[in-house]
């Protein structure tokens, strides 16, 4: 027995080798674009080299033992494959998944630094001039009573400039923390878009900009916080100002279908490149596109507070190139007991 066994051993080898490195090749192919496949590669391999040493051995020739192997080798091969397919689309999900996430940090990384350098310039500037402006204060070097009250002034915008980016960087903070719990209520989105809309008319009647509300009267109850949608709003309505042309028109209108209220804010600013459609919701990005300059304060974070904020209440906020300009969008749940639903315009 122990000499047939010595004897069989280098023709089943021999038999078998070649399809093992076949396999090994096949696996490094398939290491790249399928890890389903490879899975299935590694579960075929080596009962095709078993089958084919076996084959090697009894000289290719029907006997028994040979259609025994055979038979086992493809009840093992009914068992393993579809095992093997499962593990491969489970690893490859897994892969997947733990790619999304590594691309998601590294972009959040990326985002973070941007935002540290960002948020560094732009305080600097600021505390520079306040600095300079005091020493001149403090050493006599200004004295007029004219002179004097400017540079106050001065001082007190530099002051407000930095007071609102810091809030800024507390608001992102709180609204991409994940765990922002807010107490929701039935509130009336005409009267909060009338508030918005209020806040920025001294910006909206220096550049001669037009604020429409299409029949206000009929928009719905939503469910929502009140300090917080009025923050989103504020700064959707404060950028379609800022951002469309003189003489332009900044229309606003809303509804509800199917338990879900909508609020839309349409501007004349010109659309946004569809390369920089995709990371306007990016901390710290304030690419200018085909919008028109503008000047404003601010770190590049509102749109970012915005979609957490919206999160937060169950809602969302999206923005796309719309008509003349953009169309940003939010949706919030209605609030059913107070709902006065408007029509799809």
Not at 260 to 280: Q, S
């Given at each position: 027995?122990?000499?047939?066994?010595?004897?069989?051993?280098?023709?089943?080898?021999?038999?078998?080798?070649?399809?093992?490195?076949?396999?090994?090749?096949?696996?490094?192919?398939?290491?790249?674009?399928?890890?389903?496949?490879?899975?299935?590669?590694?579960?075929?391999?080596?009962?095709?080299?078993?089958?084919?040493?076996?084959?090697?051995?009894?000289?290719?020739?029907?006997?028994?033992?040979?259609v025994?192997?055979?038979?086992?080798?493809?009840?093992?091969?009914?068992?393993?494959?579809?095992?093997?397919?499962?593990?491969?689309?489970?690893?490859?999900?897994?892969?997947?998944?733990?790619?999304?996430?590594?691309?998601?940090?590294?972009?959040?990384?990326?985002?973070r630094?941007?935002?540290?350098?960002?948020?560094?310039?732009?305080?600097?500037?600021?505390?520079?001039g306040?600095?300079?402006?005091?020493?001149?204060?403090?050493?006599?070097?200004?004295?007029?009573p004219?002179?004097?009250?400017?540079?106050?002034?001065?001082?007190?915008?530099?002051?407000?400039?930095?007071?609102?980016?810091?809030?800024?960087?507390?608001?992102?903070?709180?609204?991409?923390?994940?765990?922002?719990?807010?107490?929701?209520?039935?509130?009336?989105?005409?009267?909060?878009?009338?508030?918005?809309?209020?806040?920025?008319?001294?910006?909206?009647?220096?550049?001669?900009?037009?604020?429409?509300?299409?029949?206000?009267?009929?928009w719905?109850?939503?469910?929502?916080?009140?300090?917080?949608?009025?923050r989103?709003?504020?700064?959707?309505?404060?950028?379609?100002?800022?951002?469309?042309?003189?003489?332009?028109?900044?229309?606003?209108?809303?509804?509800?279908?199917?338990g879900?209220?909508?609020?839309?804010?349409?501007?004349?600013?010109?659309?946004?490149?569809?390369?920089?459609?995709?990371?306007?919701?990016?901390?710290?990005?304030?690419?200018?596109?085909?919008?028109?300059?503008?000047?404003?304060?601010?770190?590049?974070?509102?749109?970012s507070?915005?979609?957490?904020?919206?999160?937060?209440?169950?809602?969302?906020?999206?923005?796309?190139?719309?008509?003349?300009?953009?169309?940003?969008?939010?949706?919030?749940?209605?609030?059913?007991?107070?709902?006065?639903?408007?029509?799809?315009?």
């Open positions: 027995m122990l000499t047939e066994l010595l004897q069989a051993a280098p023709l089943a080898l021999l038999f078998s080798l070649p399809v093992a490195l076949l396999g090994g090749l096949l696996l490094v192919r398939l290491r790249r674009r399928s890890l389903t496949g490879t899975m299935v590669a590694l579960v075929l391999v080596p009962l095709l080299a078993a089958l084919v040493g076996v084959l090697g051995v009894s000289g290719f020739m029907y006997t028994p033992q040979l025994g192997t055979v038979v086992v080798c493809l009840v093992v091969g009914a068992v393993t494959v579809p095992a093997g397919l499962l593990l491969g689309r489970k690893v490859a999900h897994e892969a997947m998944w733990q790619r999304e996430a590594l691309d998601a940090e590294r972009r959040s990384e990326e985002a630094r941007r935002l540290v350098a960002g948020m560094s310039h732009d305080l600097r500037s600021p505390l520079a306040i600095c300079g402006m005091a020493d001149a204060l403090i050493d006599g070097v200004v004295r007029d004219a002179e004097v009250r400017d540079y106050l002034a001065r001082i007190r915008r530099e002051g407000t400039r930095m007071t609102v980016m810091v809030e800024d960087l507390f608001q992102l903070a709180r609204a991409t923390s994940g765990t922002l719990a807010l107490t929701l209520e039935p509130l009336s989105l005409a009267e909060m878009a009338s508030d918005a809309v209020a806040a920025e008319s001294v910006v909206a009647r220096h550049p001669a900009v037009v604020i429409e509300a299409v029949e206000p009267e009929s719905p109850m939503v469910l929502a916080s009140d300090t917080d949608l009025t989103v709003l504020r700064n959707v309505v404060s950028n379609a100002v800022r951002h469309t042309c003189a003489g332009g028109t900044v229309r606003l209108s809303a509804g509800a279908r199917g879900v209220a909508w609020l839309r804010v349409d501007d004349e600013c010109g659309g946004i490149p569809d390369a920089d459609l995709p990371r306007i919701f990016d901390i710290g990005y304030r690419g200018s596109g085909a919008r028109t300059p503008s000047e404003h304060i601010g770190a590049g974070l509102g749109l507070i915005a979609r957490g904020l919206m999160a937060a209440q169950g809602g969302e906020i999206t923005v796309d190139n719309y008509g003349k300009g953009c169309r940003a969008e939010i949706t919030l749940a209605v609030a059913v007991r107070f709902a006065r639903v408007g029509a799809e315009p």
